[in-house]
């Protein structure tokens, strides 16, 4: 069946680092792809999508390239910041059976001042 | 504000126990379901609905039942708690029939303790 398998965290950086969250997945059809943020004592936010391949997602700084021949879907960022300290989710959706995301386990990012 | 709303936001139950947990969104969008989130497991789905009177199983749906009566409305029900239900709850909705590309709107949670 689909899955995703998402880097293990902690991941812990300096203000200002690079940042790349490692996301791979296994799907039987053409799936979009998602990138989540879950802050402290709050639901999930959608932070970046891309719906086929060679799609380029980003938002807030945060980018992720929809890679079909690796099946990658790499969530980056060229300067962090501890505001974004969080949970990041790696998801993705079947095309066909649209009726649900799967998501990988999380990564959790600390960013140290 | 437009959203999703989950009450209560915290639970304590004993176990055995019943209980329902509440979900609204009043974007009119017709998928909704429900996750439970448990450490190092990420978000495992319950159940999950494509529209008003239409529900179905997720991956983990035994213990929990559900209910799709309107569009806004879709209430997880704990028929008999047990300490393996602890675990924080999200209900979460998207637009269009079957709209995960779309992306879901997540409500903000509800952590439950079974004891």
């Known amino acids: 069946g689909d899955s995703v398998t998402q880097m293990e965290g902690p991941v812990t950086l300096s203000e200002e680092a690079f940042l790349t969250i490692n996301c791979t997945y296994t799907a039987t059809g053409y799936p979009s792809l998602f990138w989540y943020v879950q802050y402290p004592g709050e639901g999930l936010q959608l932070l970046l999508k891309?719906?086929?391949?060679?799609d380029k997602g980003s938002n807030k700084g945060f980018e992720a390239t929809y890679r079909k021949e690796t099946t990658s879907f790499h969530l980056e960022k060229g300067s962090v910041q501890v505001s974004d300290s969080a949970v990041y989710f790696c998801a993705l959706s079947d095309d066909y059976r649209d009726d649900k995301i799967i998501f990988g386990k999380g990564t959790r990012l600390h960013i140290l001042p | 504000n437009a959203g999703v709303t989950q009450t209560p936001k915290f639970q304590v139950l004993k176990t055995g126990q019943s209980m329902t947990l509440q979900c609204a969104q009043d974007?009119?969008?017709?998928?909704m379901s429900w996750y439970r989130q448990d450490p190092g497991m990420g978000l495992r789905l319950i159940h999950y609905s494509v529209g008003a009177g239409i529900t179905d199983q997720g991956e983990v749906p035994n213990g929990y039942n559900v209910s799709r009566s309107t569009t806004e409305d879709f209430p997880l029900r704990l028929l008999s708690a047990a300490p393996s239900q602890t675990s924080v709850y999200f209900c979460?909705?998207?637009?269009?029939?079957?709209?995960?590309?779309?992306?879901?709107?997540f409500g903000s949670g509800t952590r439950l303790t079974v004891v």
């Open positions: 974007m009119n969008h017709e998928y």
């Open positions: 891309a719906t086929k391949a060679d």
């Open positions: 979460a909705s998207s637009g269009g029939q079957g709209g995960s590309n779309y992306g879901y709107t």
